[in-house]
């Protein structure tokens, strides 16, 4: 193939590496232990004895802290399956084992568009028949009238699913092979709408499938040959390709319907399909070391300025193939998600949602009351299941390729990085937040006035806001009963240091010390500094007061 004009120049570009993390925290395991593996190892195995899936292949990706991509793995099940028994030459999956990963191929998708926005060749506001123009018509016509006061059809809404096309799963899902010629057709015919553009959620695979045809034409260059020069390539994802062409034919995983039956023998192999236009949406294959490299490049976007400084595992090394900026900006909730609220409890009142889901660019982000920030994509193919997923603040994920249509990828991987969580507390926990110096001058000098009381420190580091908000004289009284709703002297300060505060923000800090008598209901001192906004930062805001502890 020649080289697309979007890939980086193959004499200037640099390989991504994964550099020695020299100062990896010491509570951060660098692998995870043999019991922890097999209680992972366990769900799967399930899940291809219950008949579930016909086979998967599953790996935990090594996170900030670790300098190896994958920290352990393992598989289940077999390739091919032909009446419920391995097909005669096949083999069990394995780690090496290259299955369909679906709608994962949507993130790659969006980071050729943002690779493209990047180098100033179109913007994500652009609408997308300037780039497209058989996309001209899609909001005319009398079958959407109710769409006339509609915006204009955007990349941005088509990346972040709020086009209001039609969800599209079992449908699209089987036009991975159509032409250029025929998507050309189709979208002549016209397309359904749910909802105006970009006034809600609405999963659509013909959207990434426009996308793709954006990048065919201002790229200049097949869109499966962009994706390949510019991430594959670079990325050493060698068994990740648009094509079973050139992949090693004994690891490709056959993929398998559900029949309807209940036993193994409801696996039925199922033709694979030839790459096309709808491939933008679906079409890739690949293996779970190959998603592990792709989900570090992603996930290292996250990285503190000082830890990505220091050179950690997976670092901004791959800024040249995207921005760490672009990269966030993927895992950026842009479009939030229903989901349906818990079960109403004695009271008839639902007590809330379990997660806040939504979508970013070929990225879902959700945050769960256990895990915290997730990022991840599932894939459902005919075939095939899959899933990747990783933590935000610690980058440690899991990948799940399985070989059954819409295998339960999504599941496994969720009850895994809940075992990991479980397991082996700290893992999948986000670094501290460090404080910015002047907070800490500042701390100190504030944690000096409520000791003392002295003008001094006060002159100096108070913001305008602080004395108009409240006497000194008041804040000292307020000071002194929480002292005392606590049990505490003004002398139990002393413990207290700049250094000592919980770093809520980098502009806002936090003490706590437990009250001198427990009590039924267990109070503790908290105090808040908060930093005002300027660069040469002044206290907004000192609060002293009891709180219940925790």
Do not use: C
């Not at 020649?2 to 010491?26: F, G, N, V």
């Not at 294959?285 to 503190?304: C, I, N, T």
């Not at 990269?327 to 939030?336: A, D, T, Y």
């Not at 709703?485 to 000592?500: F, H, K, M, N, P």
Request: hydrophobic letters at 45%; glycine letters at 10%; proline letters at 8%.
């Amino acid at each position: 193939m020649s080289r697309s004009p979007l890939a980086p120049s193959a004499a200037t570009a640099p390989t991504p590496s994964a550099p020695a993390a020299a100062h990896r925290p010491a509570d951060i395991l660098a692998d995870v232990p043999e019991e922890v593996r097999a209680e992972v190892a366990e769900l799967f195995e399930q899940a291809v004895a219950e008949h579930r899936t016909s086979g998967v292949t599953w790996a935990v990706i090594g996170g900030h802290a670790h300098d190896r991509p994958v920290l352990t793995h393992g598989a289940a099940g077999g390739e091919h399956l032909v009446d419920g028994a391995p097909a005669p030459g096949s083999g069990p999956m394995r780690r090496e084992s290259i299955s369909r990963i679906a709608s994962m191929t949507k993130s790659f998708t969006a980071a050729a568009i943002l690779a493209l926005r990047d180098e100033g060749r179109l913007r994500l506001d652009d609408e997308v028949a300037e780039h497209l123009p058989e996309a001209a018509g899609l909001l005319r016509g009398t079958q959407h009238l109710l769409l006339a006061d509609s915006p204009a059809l955007t990349l941005r809404h088509l990346l972040t699913m709020s086009a209001g096309l039609v969800t599209d799963n079992p449908w699209g899902d089987r036009q991975e092979a159509m032409t250029r010629e025929e998507f050309a057709r189709l979208l002549a015919e016209g397309l359904g709408f749910v909802h105006r553009p970009g006034t809600g959620f609405e999963y659509s695979n013909t959207g990434y499938a426009l996308l793709g045809r954006v990048i065919d034409e201002v790229a200049g260059a097949p869109y499966p040959q962009v994706i390949h020069d510019r991430f594959l390539r670079p990325l050493g994802m060698e068994d990740t390709a648009f094509s079973r062409e050139g992949l090693p034919e004994d690891r490709v995983a056959t993929g398998h319907r559900l029949a309807d039956r209940e036993d193994a023998t409801r696996f039925e192999a199922v033709p694979f399909d030839a790459p096309g236009v709808y491939g933008a949406m679906a079409g890739l294959y690949s293996s779970v070391d190959d998603v592990a490299r792709w989900v570090r490049f992603l996930a290292a976007a996250e990285l503190p300025p000082a830890r990505a400084a220091e050179g950690s595992a997976g670092s901004t090394g791959g800024d040249f193939l995207l921005a760490a900026a672009s990269r966030r900006e993927m895992q950026q909730v842009h479009r939030l998600q229903v989901t349906p609220p818990l079960p109403a409890g004695p009271d008839g009142v639902s007590p809330g949602f379990d997660r806040v889901r939504g979508y970013g660019m070929g990225l879902v982000v959700e945050r769960f009351a256990d895990l915290g920030e997730i990022v991840s994509h599932s894939g459902g193919y005919p075939g095939y299941g899959s899933f990747m997923a990783w933590h935000r603040g610690s980058g440690v994920g899991i990948v799940a390729l399985a070989n059954s249509k819409y295998a339960p990828a999504v599941p496994l991987g969720m009850q895994a990085l809940r075992v990991l969580a479980r397991r082996l507390p700290g893992l999948l926990s986000a670094p501290a937040p460090a404080a910015d110096p002047r907070t800490l001058q500042a701390a100190a000098a504030i944690l000096d006035w409520l000791r003392t009381g002295d003008d001094a420190p006060a002159d100096a580091w108070f913001a305008d806001s602080m004395d108009l908000d409240q006497p000194r004289e008041e804040r000292l009284r307020r000071r002194d009963a929480a002292l005392e709703a606590a049990g505490l002297r003004r002398e139990d300060l002393e413990r207290l240091s700049a250094e000592s505060a919980e770093v809520v923000s980098r502009a806002h800090l936090r003490w706590t010390l437990p009250a001198a008598d427990a009590g039924p209901t267990p109070l503790q001192l908290r105090i808040d500094l908060e930093m005002d906004p300027r660069r040469l930062a002044l206290v907004q805001a000192v609060t002293v007061r009891t709180a219940p502890v925790g």
